[in-house]
């Protein structure tokens, strides 16, 4: 958790402790109405998302019976992965999302926290994504380097590509 106080909207639900934040794999369903309203302007994909993946899981944070955060992580080599070791092995976060009012409470690190640790335990060398603009000091503050410039794609905010080794546990 940060040190900041939390914003006006989650004071009533708040984790007051570890046990209020909840970690656990979920379905996708589970995660589409909260993916759908904190990622707009960005579409919508219609489930499955995903449906020629290798392998995915979806990872969801709970404060208490509340959606907080969910996050997709989806057995995905980057373009640039193809002669590299860790091709193969190279997992994407798709569809990270938090509701407003659990933004800057730890929420959205439990999830990813939870995700890196699942690819790692599958042997998984490389996370990447597509992260926006206005996420990217969250990224960097978990590890992540920028590769290039911003990106633009129509009907899309503007975002940076990330990338992290995870071999190695990363400490906060």
């Not at 759908?36 to 290798?54: C, D, E, G, I």
């Not at 569809?95 to 407003?100: F, K, L, R, S």
């Not at 603009?133 to 899309?156: C, K, M, N």
């Amino acid at each position: 958790m940060n040190s900041q106080s939390p914003p006006p909207a989650a004071i009533d639900q708040f984790p007051s402790s570890d046990t209020d934040l909840h970690v656990r794999f979920i379905s996708e369903e589970a995660g589409l109405e909260l993916r759908t309203l904190a990622l707009a302007p960005a579409p919508p994909r219609p489930v499955p998302a995903y449906p020629s993946a290798k392998a995915l899981f979806h990872v969801g944070a709970y404060c208490g019976s509340a959606l907080a955060s969910v996050g997709t992580f989806v057995l995905e080599d980057m373009e640039t992965d193809q002669d590299d070791q860790s091709s193969g092995h190279s997992w994407r976060v798709h569809g990270m999302a938090t509701a407003p009012e659990f933004r800057r409470l730890g929420f959205a690190s439990a999830v990813l926290d939870h995700g890196l640790r699942e690819i790692r335990r599958r042997a998984g060398l490389l996370v990447w994504c597509n992260g926006r603009t206005t996420a990217s000091s969250f990224y960097r503050h978990h590890g992540f380097e920028q590769i290039g410039g911003e990106r633009t794609l129509p009907g899309f905010p503007t975002h940076y590509r990330f990338k992290r080794a995870i071999g190695r546990p990363h400490f906060s």
